[in-house]
């Protein structure tokens, strides 16, 4: 993982990471998400046409505002995607250097008074729209009902008059930068679309619901598992071939790609041999860890 901090140096605030773009390790993520192709498409073709039109095109015309917006249950691949969607549409442009901003909007957030607004004002006015002017910069908002909090619902929790200032602070700066840099591109997640305020929502060129993987994609993500496990473990990789496997991914259908992926960890952790040795791990201890993480999915209290 190393190679992914090479550029992250000199971080303002707020900015949890810097990656030079195109980079083929985001690339490979990319491609390890299962998902349908013409959404995948869409992405990419959302986040070109921002950086080809959106600096030639008058905003009383086609008021965009640069923030594609991926909302979804938890484990589906969203910032995984947006970490791709960075990746493949500097891509794209083939020769051009992109860069890719990560932020930490934990970081920003403070229980002083005043104090997430100011921080949010000063990442967008001054980190962002000056990153931005080096290079066509990706800004990777993950888990944004943190900075964007819905503030028709705000409780009476702690300091709720700055959480409503800290959304109305992105609200305008998002329009700002909007009007002065079309060389920019915000790439927002969450998996609690209700908790966004929905002017946040109603600045976003395209919202893409990602969903839970179908019967198909569930085979497809236990397969990709398996065979990447099977360049270390070439039993495991001749399961993934196994006719046995259909039965495990049907088994899995409901479960999202994350709990596919750590159920087959769990299988290879249900017995003190099969940990010892991977290469031991048999169909049934798969389909049993399959069933397993599907009945404690359907467990009462647990949202779905
Ligand atoms: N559709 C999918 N295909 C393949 N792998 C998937 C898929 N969805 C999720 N995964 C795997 O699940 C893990 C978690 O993905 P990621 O962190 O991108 O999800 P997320 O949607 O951002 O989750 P959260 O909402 O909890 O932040 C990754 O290892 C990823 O490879
Ligand atoms: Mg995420």
Known sequence: MTALHHADFNRPKGIHRVRTLPDPALGALWDSIILDEALKDQLV???????????????????????????????????????????????????GKFQLLEIEPHALTSSAMGKTQRAVSDLFSQSIAEAATRCPTIVLLDEVETLAADRAKMSMEANPVDVHRATDAVLVQLDALAEQNPQLLFVATSNFP????????????????????????????????????????????????????????AACVGLDGRAIRKMVANALASTPETAMNPDSLTADKLLASAKAAAANRLQPGRKT
């Not at 993987?213 to 398996?226: H, R, T, V």
């Open 194 to 249: 209700e908790a966004v305020d929905t002017a946040f929502t109603s600045r976003c060129d395209l919202v893409v619901h990602i969903p839970l993987p179908d019967a198909k994609a569930c085979a497809a993500i236990l397969c990709d598992c398996l065979t990447g496990l099977g360049r270390t473990y070439p039993s495991i990789g001749k399961l993934a071939k196994s006719t046995d496997v259909a039965r495990c991914a």
């Open 45 to 95: 073709s959302q986040a070109m046409l921002n950086f080809t039109m959106r600096g030639k095109v008058d905003r009383s015309v086609l008021p965009l505002h640069g923030v594609i917006f991926l909302v979804g249950p938890p484990g589906t691949g969203k910032t995984s995607l947006a970490r791709g969607l960075a990746h493949r549409t500097a891509q794209s442009f083939k020769g």
